[in-house]
């Protein structure tokens, strides 16, 4: 599903059950050794999709630990992200010289829980997803939205997002949005160039499931 949603130059990998030959790294299985039996299978597919990844790219495997948020660490130059959910587990990398963030996430195609939405949705957004055109649960879908956004900018720029920090606006017909940042952009050395204040992703429902993607490619790709 995300192939659909993501450039060329992104190796994907995705999985809709859990592969019997899928295996941890000792420093990633120390990780999960008390989890819930669920939580150790999207744990291990999702690296498992990570390692195809890095073999697309021409890299060797290795282990993809998190960071002190929870991010996961690529290989120098590499720049990547992961998702779970029901039922779905999926990783997507690339090079550092042609997509300077990515971000994807997964969820299932079904209204937010009571509540969540008036957590997580800016005035607007909360308006708009209760005129949109049906078919489409885009509470979830914005949920979705924002979480590749964050996961996207978080890694390259080290500032962390809340959910008030964007401003989503959805383009139906082309399967697109934009989200407008909202909080302070943080100083970063003058030899990098400028960041964005506007990002763009896709998105696409299917299977049970809504998929979303943020991609910023550098200035000169």
Known sequence: MLRAVLPDTVAVEEAFTDPPEAELYPEEAALVRDAVDKR?????????????ALGTLGLPPGPV?????GAPRWPARVVGSLTHCHGYRAAALAHG???TMLGIDAEPHGPLPKGVLEAIALPAERA??????????????????????YKAWYPHTGQRLGFEDAE????PARGAFTARLLAPPPALPSSRP??????GGRWL???????????VTPPNA
Do not use: I
């Not at 708009?128 to 956004?149: I, N, Y």
């Open 40 to 52: 150790r299978r999207e744990f291990t597919t999702v690296r498992h999709c990570a390692r195809r």
């Open 65 to 69: 630990l998190p960071d002190r948020y």
């Open 97 to 99: 010289t042609s997509v």
């Open 128 to 149: 708009w997803t209760q005129s949109a055109p049906a078919g489409t649960h885009w509470d979830r879908l914005l949920f979705s939205a924002k979480e590749s956004v």
């Open 168 to 171: 989503l606006r959805f383009d």
């Open 194 to 199: 400028p960041l964005p204040r506007t990002l």
């Open 205 to 215: 429902t299917g299977k049970g499931l809504v998929v979303t993607a943020v991609v």
